[in-house]
């Protein structure tokens, strides 16, 4: 609670403020939530974000934005990962800052962030470090980015926890509704029932998004090639590997693996 306080404090301690903070402090707290809206860049390794709804996924090359007072928590390593976090006064009115979004870091917020790679700390109004980053926030919404929809929505019942279990634990495997039902001495149809009433997702959409993920981490964390991955995550050939990457990051894995 100390260090919750203690971010707080400085986070929201000057409502007019932009603060500016590359360390990563926030790394495994408790959910809590700001004054302020986040602006969470990552330029390496992968980024976990914790939500009471979903987990999300943010890559290197890629910016979250929290809204004001939206209660989340990070999950990182924080010897493999390279963050910034920019936290804007609510001071502006749009769409875009009311809901949570992963977009990718365009060549523009690139080099801007890059001429301003050496602050920290708070800028107030009437600063022209202030308007710089002002602007900066103002850029975001202009862009028109696809979000990247890499998301996993949670659950607190017990029986699927388990079951997701047993996928994760198996994403290699040909993961068919039929054999994981049969494993769960559950009919098809109410496992179906199961994911949608509880994820109100499908289960073949949620074990797509699964491999995924665990086909990102292995490309971030080891030395394995994309044809490896694509038999280790459970899929029968390349193409239909690179075409389901693509389709949730917006990216190949041979374009994910030349940003790392």
């Known amino acids: 609670m100390d260090y919750l306080k ?6 929201d301690g000057d409502p007019a403020s932009i603060l500016v903070m590359r360390r990563q402090v926030e790394q495994k707290l408790p959910a809590h939530k700001h004054e302020k809206g986040q602006l969470l860049l990552v330029f390496g390794g992968i980024v976990h974000l914790q939500t009471k709804e979903k987990d999300y996924y943010i890559p290197l090359n890629h910016y979250l934005w929290v809204p004001k007072w939206y209660a989340h928590n990070l999950m990182f390593n924080s010897q493999d990962v390279h963050i910034i976090n920019i936290y804007f006064p609510n001071d502006t009115v749009h769409p875009f800052y009311d809901e949570l979004g992963i977009y990718p870091v365009s060549k523009l917020l690139a080099e801007m962030l890059a001429f301003s790679k050496d602050w920290q700390g708070d800028f107030v109004p009437g600063s022209w470090e202030y308007e710089f980053l002002l602007t900066l926030k103002h850029l975001l919404p202009k862009e028109d980015l696809k979000k990247f929809s890499i998301q996993l929505p949670t659950t607190d019942d017990p029986k699927l926890n388990t079951i997701i279990t047993f996928i994760r634990a198996n994403l290699g495997e040909p993961l068919t509704l039929e054999l994981v039902a049969d494993h769960s001495s559950m009919s098809v149809r109410s496992l179906t029932r199961l994911f949608q009433q509880k994820l109100q997702i499908s289960f073949v959409q949620y074990v797509k998004m699964l491999r995924i993920i ?3 981490e292995l490309l971030k964390d080891t030395d394995m090639s994309i044809s490896e991955i694509t038999y280790e995550v459970g899929y029968s050939n390349i193409s239909a590997f690179s ?3 693509r389709q949730l990051t917006n990216m190949r894995p041979t374009e994910f693996k030349s940003m790392l």
Request: hydrophobic content about 40%.
């Open 6 to 11: 203690e971010l707080a404090k400085k986070v």
């Open 214 to 216: 665990r086909s990102m």
């Open 243 to 245: 075409n389901t990457f």
